[in-house]
């Protein structure tokens, strides 16, 4: 798996006899975060949430994207260890103007992406918009400030940082949780299903209708 350019659900009201009417629209976005095209994409997914609003319905999914740097291989971008992965940082960068630290891959890489998927289960565990902020912020540390959101004690830092200022969220509950056995379950179903549908790249969106039409 490899780059390239938690249901959270947007109360849609309803019919006139009090009845709910589903979104029109339904997003499952498979995404990474250690994917730079994920974050390079951050501004054009929250201008298509603004402009849908009450219309759209989206869940994240866990891509995975790096198992470790032996079994980790992108073909495309001649990627297949650490050191590769800064110059497509850079290439990002430069093609979106979205700010990128590629010299983590240099200083200290990350050696897997698993640990911070299996984080924002965790995170998800406290509620989806809740998972879709710490995804936010694991991507802001590793992209901008350059922290290796492989390691446990920066999930747990970020997960106090969150937690400062969203009062809601339990950053104690999270270190638990990063500990359940079943978080990892769930982060295997996210793995099975992007297997199941195939998702090679990242980020991939797939769009439904209200029929669930594809």
């Avoid at 800064?86 to 992406?113: C, E, H, K, N």
């Avoid at 590793?142 to 922290?147: E, L």
């Amino acid at each position: 798996m490899a780059e390239s350019a938690a249901d959270l659900t947007v109360d849609a009201g309803g019919t006139d006899d009090g009845t709910a009417t589903p979104p029109p629209l339904h997003i499952t976005y498979y995404t990474d975060p250690l994917c730079s095209w994920s974050w390079a994409f951050e501004p054009q997914w929250r201008r298509l949430r603004y402009a849908l609003g009450e219309q759209l319905q989206w869940r994240y999914v866990m891509g995975g994207m790096i198992p470790d740097w032996e079994r980790y291989s992108d073909p495309l971008n001649n990627i297949s260890r650490p050191a590769q992965m800064g110059p497509l940082w850079y290439q990002v960068r430069t093609v979106t103007g979205m700010p990128l630290d590629d010299r983590i891959w240099f200083a200290d890489a990350p050696a897997s992406s698993y640990p911070a998927c299996i984080a924002v289960k965790a995170a998800e565990e406290q509620g989806a918009a809740a998972g879709e902020h710490y995804l936010r912020r694991l991507r802001e540390a590793v992209m901008v400030a350059g922290r290796n959101i492989a390691r446990p004690t920066v999930q747990q830092e970020i997960a106090a940082e969150l937690a400062a200022e969203q009062p809601t969220f339990d950053a104690e509950r999270f270190t638990r949780d990063l500990d359940r056995p079943a978080l990892l379950e769930r982060f295997r179903e996210d793995l099975k299903e992007v297997r199941w549908r195939e998702i090679g790249r990242f980020p991939t969106l797939i769009l439904r209708n209200q029929a669930g039409q594809a």
